[in-house]
């Protein structure tokens, strides 16, 4: 508990050292309480164009970025295995010695690029081609003290992405056991301190210390600009994210018992790829999935996300266009309370797919402001971004009036 009030004390002074500097509009700080989010998974190269990850960061569209994979828990040395497709991978960028564990601080600016622009960078783990699993608690701890010390706010002579510090894990469970990922979660959490705190509160807390702040330190200023949260994203004093990304026949297979026994900050349904997708409406379940954040989630406050394929190639089935999804998300935000947003498979396909992940961000946050009018407008780029994008209703496309400039198997069985 000391640990956790030292953190919070500390992003409450950077968050007011900024708005007292009058550099508040320079990052925006990521929202779990919002209903207009949009993840979207980058690594796999679906498209076979897969850009570097900060060229993905240069607009507001993309809330947070699941990078995929870390395919292999224990590989060679007993160190896990990542996988960037043709960004980074154990064959091209090389190896730490005696592992398999690819060295990719070729990554490290771009990761601290995004985050810098207000955005989540957490890592996946698994995917349908995983070696994944464990055998008991113990087992489970251990490897989470691996994630911790490689990834997030630990340390290791070996971190693959230097001293860039990850915002947290994302588990996309497809085969193995599912025993025992709730002692995963919760060595982690521990870790960070955060036992007692989620996203919800945290983000609701440092929301209220910044706006008390600049309503003090803005008061009498005629030339005040307006302010939104802000707060440091690339210390490590600060909040890690742990999410899902379960199949939507519930309960899932392999992760399911986990969600029931761990906090998990969201839930990125996978509703394609399954009877239950997108593209049957009549077997659609996202009120099983409301039903069981609000009844069984070990965090009440958990977010539920629908997760749909970015363009027709992503997936071998339930693609739908922006316009139907659109649908799917103004309907969620009046109905559901726990729906956080949308989840896209994935950052390469969606991109050069008429910008489907711009489409549907706008019709997100604009749904979101007729529906949800208590919650803030998104910042003005977004705005920009929407002045500057159509959707093609014929063909359910975004259209741009300008653009912007694996080796393991995709985690869908296609």
Not at 98 to 118: E, F, P, S, V
Not at 132 to 159: E, H, K, P, T, Y
Not at 274 to 282: A, E, H, K, T
Request: glycine share 8%.
């Amino acid at each position: 508990m000391k640990r956790m009030n030292s953190t919070m004390r500390g992003v409450f002074s950077l968050a007011c050292l900024i708005i007292t500097l009058g550099v508040v509009d320079r990052v925006v700080a990521f929202d779990i309480t919002r209903n207009d989010n949009l993840a979207v998974y980058w690594g796999q190269d679906s498209s076979g164009n897969q850009q570097h990850l900060s060229s993905y960061c240069q607009d507001s569209t993309i809330d947070v970025f699941p990078i995929a994979f870390l395919y292999i828990f224990r590989g060679t040395g007993g160190e896990p295995v990542i996988d960037f497709a043709n960004t980074c991978n154990q064959w091209d960028q090389g190896t730490f010695p005696g592992t398999d564990l690819a060295n990719c601080t070729i990554m490290t600016q771009d990761i601290k690029t995004c985050q810098a622009a207000g955005k989540l960078v957490t890592l996946s783990l698994g995917g349908a081609t995983g070696q994944v699993g464990f055998s008991s608690d113990s087992q489970a701890q251990s490897f989470a003290d691996q994630i911790w010390n490689l990834f997030l706010g630990g340390s290791s002579n070996i971190r693959p992405f230097g001293d860039a510090v990850l915002d947290g894990v994302d588990l996309d469970i497809e085969s193995g056991t599912p025993a025992h990922y709730a002692a995963f979660v919760n060595r982690i959490r521990s870790h960070a301190g955060e036992t007692s705190l989620n996203a919800t509160s945290f983000a609701l807390n440092v929301t209220a210390a910044a706006h008390a702040n600049t309503t003090n330190s803005h008061a009498h200023s005629k030339n005040a600009k307006n302010t939104t949260t802000v707060i440091d994203v690339t210390n490590k004093n600060k909040y890690y994210y742990i999410t899902a990304a379960p199949q939507c026949p519930y309960p899932d297979a392999y992760i399911g018992a986990a969600l029931n026994e761990a906090p998990f900050d969201a839930v990125y349904v996978q509703f394609y790829n399954n009877y239950c997708g997108l593209d049957q409406p009549s077997e659609y379940n996202f009120a099983t999935w409301d039903n069981w954040a609000k009844t069984k989630s070990a965090n009440p406050n958990v977010k539920v996300y629908i997760g749909a394929a970015g363009s027709s190639d992503s997936a071998g089935e339930g693609y739908v266009d922006v316009n139907t999804l659109a649908s799917y998300v103004s309907s969620a935000q009046q109905k559901y309370s726990s729906f956080g947003g949308v989840m896209l498979w994935d950052a390469s396909t969606a991109h050069d797919n008429g910008r489907f992940d711009l489409g549907i961000k706008n019709a997100m946050t604009a749904s979101a402001l007729k529906f949800t009018p208590e919650q803030l407008p998104r910042n003005a780029s977004a705005s920009t971004s929407a002045s500057s994008h159509t959707i093609d209703q014929k063909k359910g496309s975004t259209t741009p009036k300008a653009t912007d400039k694996p080796r393991v198997n995709s985690r869908f069985r296609l």
